[in-house]
């Protein structure tokens, strides 16, 4: 990688969003394993169009790994081939043998086989061989090809061993040639992906659906008619076509299959059949909800089951922060140290045995269990580091409310307070809870603001585990997350060295509580503990914009209709803040790493901590306190401490380089090479033209003076109205290489402080 690309990955705003996405840099990568070849733990293969990864990946809870399929950018794993035998990390390496033979290799063990050679192997003649190469249906095959290249038949494929994971085109269902059934089933734990007890299997008979925990029917989808299940819709709750369902039945096979009924082919999505039993896609959608099947109800699809008599209608088990405290002598805390046994295997017997009242799992990785026995008061306190399964019950004298402390009667806008004990941290939220409301007093916008516990984040992230960890940003780590509703979020944890102090903690809530616009992250609520302060997102499972642009792999998946259509996001992301919002918002750190990506690639702007307020009417502003990333300030924030809308359209620079990405921008477009800009794997896609309005825009961008660049209005109209004429750039700010951020804005020198060596600088007066 050249120099220049290498200032190109460290970020981006308006200006470099544009060139980020015509310039990155690439490499070659491989869909298929050929007779000798090899994978380790360090390279992988990637589907043609790069929409699935195969590679091993590493247990954190343990020094074991896997091998798995994902999909590109998303670390969930939807299938894994050993995930019955797991091997000592990093000793796995995939193989495809000269004999035909597809096996996983590793250390201080037998190898694990996933396609035997056989005599349906040894039969194949010299004019043909065998291939295993992953399609970007995610399947993982091994296939007989002919001498022109061309598929001959299939012998083995991943979509035949189904996980915990249905992805469209897999069968649920039965084999009559050779008997073998196409079974979901749940992991062990969220650490074990072993078989655990609950499974979704295909009822010939009834032709429905089935979800089972251990053999004993919890839920059925009804009988399909008119291509719908009784209990089981294809549709959202706005009735839009979600999926298109499909039985096939003749003497060969038997089986249920589905695909995505969205037009949009970045949508693909996955049904995942999660450890209490509820089928969800990723993202939240409840598809089954079997994990509220009772035993006495019988609503939207439960069975209903013999239950205890001391068991009663309506009694559930509910998850609590907090701690049992026994009133008499005789108590127990009853142990199974069991690794067979699942969280759902705990609830059950917890369920028949009448003198229990709440259970856990009991070893480290979430397996075992543990049970409260007999007469006991159930202490809730927010906070508390455990979390425990209670019966119903017993929560419903205890202290936790969702109090409806602010009700705003024109806009339905509520926050939601969890009640806990006045330590510390209790103030502390209720301190911000109670600024916020002052804040928002009338005018809150429509979104729920939630405050989280902090064992509820605790829970949903594993205790921060590494597994479920993100990526690493200038104000902390995030990581994600998985609430007991099946949805997933984004847990921004805020270092306490990171910079990022009550005021920018403060001003994100604040802000993103009344910001509402499909490009614009959504922000559910936030968690105070101690010292600590942690952000709750709705989570991206495409990640961020930098983390496609700058992968050799990876932003093959980005062709010029996506980039440009990631541009167009942004850009009416930022006419809302500029324009439309009901508060004027400059944003101050817009870059790659801040643009979040969803599951159909929708651009979200996110982390606001820095953003300011104006009013309408306010033009600029002066601040003796410059905060933002260093190296996309523009000339007169950096140096004057003067920002306003302009402050946002402007770029980066490099001050220890004669000629950086703006001044080999404009070299290359004063001398008629504007396309030499042009990331090469676009060539096939590219429309020249529209790229070359994008780089002539982006110059624009980037005037030495505030006045002279394009309002946010202008930039939409020059990007996407091709008969308008746009003005000649002229040579930009900061084009070459200058000392200017050295010294504070009242003339004085100022700290910098540098966080992850690239992100989050602050100019600070003194």
């Given at each position: 990688?050249?120099?220049?690309q290498?200032q190109?990955?460290?970020g981006l705003?308006?200006?470099?969003l544009?060139?980020?996405?015509?310039w990155?840099c690439?490499?070659?990568v491989?869909d298929?394993?050929k007779?000798g070849?090899?994978?380790?733990?360090t390279s992988?293969l990637v589907?043609?169009k790069?929409m699935?990864?195969?590679?091993?990946?590493?247990?954190?809870?343990?020094?074991?790994?896997?091998?798995?399929?994902?999909?590109?950018?998303?670390?969930?794993r939807l299938w894994?081939?050993n995930r019955?035998?797991p091997?000592?990390?990093?000793?796995?390496?995939l193989?495809?043998?000269?004999?035909?033979?597809?096996?996983?290799?590793?250390?201080?063990?037998?190898p694990?086989?996933?396609y035997p050679?056989?005599?349906?192997?040894?039969?194949?003649?010299?004019?043909?061989?065998?291939?295993?190469?992953?399609?970007d249906s995610g399947?993982?095959i091994?296939?007989?090809l002919n001498s022109d290249?061309?598929?001959k038949?299939?012998l083995w494929?991943?979509?035949?061993?189904?996980?915990?994971?249905l992805?469209?085109g897999?069968?649920?269902?039965v084999?009559r040639?050779?008997?073998h059934?196409?079974?979901v089933s749940?992991w062990?734990s969220?650490?074990?992906?072993a078989?655990?007890p609950f499974t979704?299997?295909?009822d010939?008979?009834?032709?429905?659906?089935?979800?089972?925990?251990?053999?004993?029917v919890?839920?059925?989808?009804g009988?399909?008619?008119?291509?719908?299940f009784e209990f089981m819709?294809?549709?959202?709750?706005?009735?839009?076509l979600?999926?298109k369902?499909?039985?096939?039945?003749?003497e060969n096979e038997?089986y249920f299959?589905?695909?995505?009924a969205n037009?949009d082919?970045?949508y693909r999505?996955?049904?995942?059949?999660?450890?209490?039993?509820?089928?969800f896609?990723?993202g939240?959608n409840?598809?089954?909800p079997?994990d509220?099947?009772?035993?006495y109800n019988?609503?939207?699809?439960?069975q209903r089951r013999d239950?205890p008599?001391?068991?009663h209608f309506g009694?559930?088990?509910v998850?609590k922060n907090g701690?049992?405290n026994?009133?008499?002598?005789?108590l127990?805390?009853?142990?199974?140290?069991?690794?067979s046994?699942?969280?759902?295997?705990?609830?059950e017997?917890?369920?028949e045995?009448?003198d229990?009242?709440?259970?856990?799992f009991l070893?480290?990785?979430?397996t075992?269990?543990?049970f409260?026995i007999?007469?006991w008061?159930?202490?809730h306190?927010?906070?508390?580091?455990?979390?425990?399964?209670?019966?119903?019950?017993?929560?419903?004298n205890?202290t936790i409310?969702?109090?409806?402390?602010s009700?705003?009667?024109?806009?339905?806008r509520?926050?939601?307070?969890e009640?806990e004990n006045?330590?510390?941290q209790?103030?502390a939220?209720?301190m911000?809870?109670?600024?916020?409301l002052?804040?928002n007093a009338?005018?809150?916008?429509?979104n729920d603001?939630?405050v989280?516990s902090?064992a509820?984040?605790?829970a949903?992230?594993?205790?921060f585990?590494?597994?479920?960890?993100?990526g690493?940003?200038?104000?902390?780590p995030?990581?994600r997350?998985?609430?007991v509703t099946?949805q997933d979020?984004a847990?921004k944890?805020?270092?306490r060295?990171?910079?990022?102090?009550?005021?920018?903690?403060?001003?994100?809530?604040t802000l993103i509580?009344e910001?509402q616009?499909?490009n614009?992250?959504?922000?559910?609520?936030?968690?105070?503990?101690g010292?600590?302060?942690?952000?709750i997102?709705?989570?991206?499972?495409?990640?961020?914009l930098?983390?496609?642009?700058?992968?050799?792999?990876?932003?093959m998946?980005?062709?010029?209709?996506?980039?440009?259509?990631?541009?167009?996001?942004?850009?009416?992301g930022?006419?809302y803040?500029h324009k439309?919002s009901r508060?004027r918002v400059?944003?101050?750190?817009?870059?790659?790493?801040?643009i979040?990506l969803?599951?159909n690639m929708?651009?979200k702007?996110s982390?606001?901590?820095m953003a300011r307020i104006f009013t309408?009417n306010?033009l600029?502003a002066n601040?003796n306190?410059?905060v933002?990333t260093?190296?996309?300030?523009s000339?007169e924030?950096?140096?004057?401490?003067i920002f306003s809308?302009?402050s946002d359209?402007?770029?980066?620079y490099?001050?220890?380089?004669?000629?950086?990405?703006?001044g080999y921008a404009?070299e290359?477009?004063?001398?008629?090479?504007?396309?030499?800009?042009m990331?090469?794997?676009?060539?096939?896609s590219?429309?020249?033209?529209?790229?070359l309005?994008c780089?002539?825009?982006?110059l624009?961008?980037?005037?030495?003076?505030a006045?002279d660049?394009?309002t946010?209005?202008?930039?939409?109209s020059?990007l996407?109205?091709e008969r308008?004429?746009?003005?000649?750039?002229?040579k930009?700010?900061?084009?070459v290489?200058?000392?200017?951020v050295r010294?504070?804005?009242d003339?004085k020198?100022?700290?910098?402080i540098?966080v992850?060596?690239?992100?989050?600088?602050?100019?600070?007066?003194?």
């Amino acid at each position: 990688m050249s120099s220049l690309q290498f200032q190109l990955a460290n970020g981006l705003n308006l200006f470099f969003l544009i060139f980020a996405t015509l310039w990155t840099c690439h490499g070659a990568v491989r869909d298929t394993l050929k007779p000798g070849d090899t994978l380790d733990s360090t390279s992988f293969l990637v589907s043609a169009k790069a929409m699935f990864t195969l590679g091993f990946f590493a247990n954190q809870n343990s020094n074991s790994s896997y091998l798995a399929i994902w999909q590109t950018g998303n670390p969930v794993r939807l299938w894994i081939a050993n995930r019955s035998a797991p091997i000592l990390y990093p000793s796995g390496v995939l193989t495809l043998d000269m004999n035909k033979t597809l096996k996983i290799m590793h250390k201080g063990g037998d190898p694990v086989v996933l396609y035997p050679a056989n005599s349906e192997t040894t039969s194949i003649n010299s004019t043909s061989t065998v291939v295993a190469t992953l399609l970007d249906s995610g399947n993982f095959i091994m296939q007989e090809l002919n001498s022109d290249g061309s598929m001959k038949r299939v012998l083995w494929e991943s979509f035949d061993h189904l996980g915990d994971t249905l992805l469209p085109g897999m069968k649920v269902g039965v084999n009559r040639r050779n008997g073998h059934i196409w079974s979901v089933s749940s992991w062990s734990s969220f650490y074990v992906p072993a078989p655990g007890p609950f499974t979704l299997d295909w009822d010939p008979n009834g032709r429905e659906l089935k979800i089972k925990r251990r053999g004993v029917v919890y839920w059925t989808s009804g009988v399909f008619r008119d291509g719908r299940f009784e209990f089981m819709k294809p549709d959202d709750e706005f009735r839009r076509l979600r999926y298109k369902f499909s039985i096939v039945s003749n003497e060969n096979e038997d089986y249920f299959t589905y695909t995505s009924a969205n037009v949009d082919q970045n949508y693909r999505p996955e049904w995942v059949l999660g450890l209490f039993g509820r089928l969800f896609e990723v993202g939240g959608n409840v598809i089954a909800p079997a994990d509220n099947c009772y035993a006495y109800n019988t609503d939207g699809g439960c069975q209903r089951r013999d239950y205890p008599s001391c068991r009663h209608f309506g009694d559930t088990f509910v998850e609590k922060n907090g701690f049992f405290n026994p009133t008499t002598p005789n108590l127990a805390v009853k142990k199974d140290p069991n690794t067979s046994l699942s969280i759902s295997d705990c609830g059950e017997a917890c369920w028949e045995d009448c003198d229990c009242l709440g259970f856990n799992f009991l070893l480290d990785n979430q397996t075992g269990c543990q049970f409260w026995i007999g007469k006991w008061d159930f202490v809730h306190q927010f906070g508390y580091p455990t979390t425990i399964y209670i019966l119903s019950e017993l929560s419903r004298n205890d202290t936790i409310s969702a109090d409806k402390t602010s009700k705003e009667s024109d806009t339905n806008r509520w926050i939601w307070i969890e009640e806990e004990n006045l330590t510390f941290q209790g103030k502390a939220r209720k301190m911000i809870v109670n600024e916020l409301l002052d804040h928002n007093a009338g005018k809150m916008g429509h979104n729920d603001l939630r405050v989280y516990s902090y064992a509820s984040v605790l829970a949903a992230t594993s205790n921060f585990s590494e597994e479920n960890k993100l990526g690493e940003g200038g104000f902390g780590p995030v990581y994600r997350g998985r609430s007991v509703t099946g949805q997933d979020i984004a847990v921004k944890r805020l270092s306490r060295c990171s910079g990022q102090g009550t005021v920018e903690f403060k001003n994100e809530l604040t802000l993103i509580s009344e910001l509402q616009h499909t490009n614009l992250v959504q922000l559910l609520g936030f968690c105070i503990h101690g010292e600590e302060r942690m952000l709750i997102y709705e989570y991206m499972p495409n990640k961020s914009l930098d983390y496609f642009l700058f992968d050799s792999t990876r932003r093959m998946l980005l062709d010029w209709n996506k980039r440009f259509s990631i541009i167009e996001g942004i850009t009416q992301g930022l006419l809302y803040l500029h324009k439309y919002s009901r508060v004027r918002v400059i944003h101050r750190d817009l870059k790659a790493g801040n643009i979040l990506l969803d599951e159909n690639m929708i651009p979200k702007i996110s982390d606001f901590g820095m953003a300011r307020i104006f009013t309408h009417n306010e033009l600029e502003a002066n601040t003796n306190r410059v905060v933002g990333t260093y190296g996309y300030m523009s000339p007169e924030y950096a140096m004057e401490g003067i920002f306003s809308i302009k402050s946002d359209i402007y770029t980066f620079y490099n001050d220890d380089r004669v000629l950086n990405v703006v001044g080999y921008a404009w070299e290359l477009w004063k001398d008629g090479r504007g396309l030499e800009l042009m990331d090469p794997t676009l060539s096939d896609s590219c429309i020249k033209d529209q790229l070359l309005r994008c780089i002539h825009v982006g110059l624009l961008c980037v005037e030495g003076n505030a006045i002279d660049r394009p309002t946010i209005s202008d930039v939409i109209s020059m990007l996407t109205n091709e008969r308008l004429s746009l003005p000649a750039p002229t040579k930009p700010a900061f084009c070459v290489g200058r000392k200017v951020v050295r010294g504070g804005i009242d003339g004085k020198r100022s700290e910098i402080i540098s966080v992850n060596s690239m992100s989050n600088s602050e100019f600070q007066a003194r």
